[in-house]
């Protein structure tokens, strides 16, 4: 994973501004944090997770891990559980449905305000596994990491310092603005492709992908756009 600092230095490189005095850090932090979290909403590059929940005989419900964006599998004692909605459940159930107390082993889950729900109720003490892709944590000081893969950051990076370039308000930054988010839109619009290509298990050819391979960690200029 990228350090926060990382992601930083050429943001403050562009805004001429190495050390924060116009630029506050709190604020880069929050620009940083705002783009992974559309880039991870969008395009799911984020990290995955795999939690192990203890079921108790009897009980329905459970917390989801937090940072929880997505559940992908879940698995009850190594059988993958059907994904259902709420409604399903109030439709099979009658009204609300948690009045219901049929124990068994669960085929289906649903999810309702962070919780995870098992149907029927489990009725012995097995593992719930649950696959899950996780949202970003805000970096409080340059030492956090970034939750996304290393060939995203560029995309963050770029979205960002258009973000922050914003702030100053005159030409010449503006300028910049409207180029380092058009960098963003690139890089985005290909993540969210190559998303929706795996999502439909398609073949993807790499030549037809933009390069996503980090390279724009190396700060001389980044995609053509100098530093200064």
């Not at 395009?43 to 419900?61: C, F, L, N, P």
């Not at 593992?127 to 996304?148: C, E, F, K, S, Y």
């Not at 560029?154 to 005159?170: E, H, L, S, Y």
């Amino acid at each position: 994973m990228t350090a926060v600092s990382e992601a930083i230095r050429p943001i403050r490189s562009w805004l001429r501004e190495p050390t924060a005095v116009k630029w506050l850090n709190a604020e880069l932090y929050d620009w940083i944090y705002h783009r992974e979290l559309e880039l991870i909403k969008d395009a799911e590059v984020s990290e995955y997770s795999d939690t192990s929940i203890t079921t108790v005989a009897g009980t329905r419900s459970y917390a989801e891990p937090s940072r929880t964006f997505r559940i992908n599998r879940v698995f009850y004692n190594n059988k993958q559980l059907i994904r259902k909605s709420w409604r399903w459940f109030q439709g099979v159930t009658g009204n609300s449905g948690l009045g219901v107390t049929t124990r068994g082993t669960p085929d289906y889950y649903f999810r309702h305000a962070a919780t995870l729900f098992c149907h029927d109720i489990p009725d012995a003490a097995q593992t719930l596994m649950l696959h899950t892709i996780r949202l970003p944590v805000l970096a409080t000081t340059d030492a956090g990491v970034l939750t996304v893969p290393d060939e995203y950051i560029p995309a963050i990076v770029f979205g960002a310092a258009a973000d922050a370039c914003r702030k100053a308000n005159n030409p010449e930054f503006m300028q910049k603005a409207v180029q380092l988010e058009a960098k963003w839109a690139e890089l985005h619009a290909a993540a969210v492709h190559q998303f929706r290509q795996k999502e439909y298990d398609e073949d993807f050819p790499e030549s037809d992908c933009p390069d996503l391979d980090g390279g724009a960690l190396e700060f001389g200029s980044i995609f053509g756009i100098p530093l200064r």
